[in-house]
T-cell receptor
Framework: EAQVTQNPRYLITVTGKKLTVTCSQNMNHEYMSWYRQDPGLGLRQIYYSMNVEVTDKGDVPEGYKVSRKEKRNFPLILESPSPNQTSLYFC?????????????FGPGTRLTVL | KNEVEQSPQNLTAQEGEFITINCSYSVGISALHWLQQHPGGGIVSLFMLSSGKKKHGRLIATINIQEKHSSLHITASHPRDSAVYICAVLPPLSGSARQLTFGSGTQLTVLP
C-alpha cells in the first residue's frame, strides 16, 4: 500500500531533550516536506527536500533540522525542543512535475513540549 | 509571498445542499491544491489544479488563473463531508522553489 508513515504518532517531552520524528514513504517520491499545524495559524512549511541531499527552508525553519540521506526517509530533528514547538506535525511527499503533483500526507505527529 | 484567503471560515449546511468554498491568492501560481482534513486530523489530497476544472464523484474544483481564484463545490452534501477544507498554492517554477502556501481552512459541518 502506498503510504507515508510517521513515528511517533504522539510524543510528550521536556524542554531541551533532543528528539527525532521519522518520516518514510514507499512511493519513490523525490519531494518530501514537513509542516506544522497550529490553531489559528493553519499549516506552515518547515523544511522541504527536492531529492537526496537537497533540502531547503520553508516558512518556519527555526529550531528544526532535517536530513535526506535516502530517498524514502526525511527525519525532522529538534535539537533542543521548546514549548513553542508544541504542535501537530505532518510529513508529506510527492513526485516532482512541471506543475506540481498530488501531495501524500502522513498521519501526523502530535508533539507536546513541557 | 503569496497571500491565500479562504471563505467562508465556517460553513454549516443541511444534508443535500450544494456547497461552495472559495480560495483567492495574490500572486501567480503554477498549481493549486485542495485538501481535506478529517476530524481525526488526517489530511487527504482532493485535487491538484493548474487550469480549468476537475471532478471526482460529488466534488468539483475549478480555477480561474486570470482572476487568481479557485472554488471547491460539493453537490448533494452528506454529513460524512464534514471536515476542514484547505487550499494551498504552489509558486511559479523558479529554480528549486517548491514552497506550498496554505489558506487558513474552511470548517464545513453538514447536518443530517
Amino acid at each position: 500500500e502506498a503510504q507515508v508513515t510517521q513515528n511517533p504518532r504522539y510524543l510528550i517531552t521536556v524542554t531541551g531533550k533532543k528528539l527525532t520524528v521519522t518520516c518514510s514513504q514507499n512511493m519513490n517520491h523525490e519531494y518530501m516536506s514537513w509542516y506544522r499545524q497550529d490553531p489559528g495559524l493553519g499549516l506552515r512549511q518547515i523544511y522541504y527536500s527536492m531529492n537526496v541531499e537537497v533540502t531547503d527552508k520553508g516558512d518556519v525553519p527555526e529550531g528544526y533540522k532535517v536530513s535526506r540521506k535516502e530517498k524514502r526517509n526525511f527525519p525532522l530533528i529538534l535539537e533542543s525542543p521548546s514549548p513553542n514547538q508544541t504542535s501537530l506535525y505532518f510529513c508529506a511527499s510527492s513526485l516532482i512535475g512541471r506543475v506540481g503533483n498530488e501531495q501524500f500526507f502522513g498521519p501526523g505527529t502530535r508533539l507536546t513540549v513541557l | 509571498k503569496n497571500e491565500v484567503e479562504q471563505s467562508p471560515q465556517n460553513l454549516t449546511a443541511q444534508e443535500g445542499e450544494f456547497i461552495t468554498i472559495n480560495c483567492s491568492y495574490s500572486v501567480g501560481i503554477s498549481a493549486l491544491h485542495w485538501l481535506q482534513q478529517h476530524p481525526g486530523g488526517g489530511i487527504v489530497s482532493l485535487f491538484m489544479l493548474s487550469s480549468g476544472k476537475k471532478k471526482h464523484g460529488r466534488l468539483i474544483a475549478t480555477i480561474n488563473i486570470q482572476e487568481k481564484h479557485s472554488s471547491l463545490h460539493i453537490t448533494a452534501s452528506h454529513p460524512r463531508d464534514s471536515a476542514v477544507y484547505i487550499c494551498a498554492v504552489l509558486p511559479p517554477l523558479s529554480g528549486s522553489a517548491r514552497q506550498l502556501t496554505f489558506g487558513s481552512g474552511t470548517q464545513l459541518t453538514v447536518l443530517p
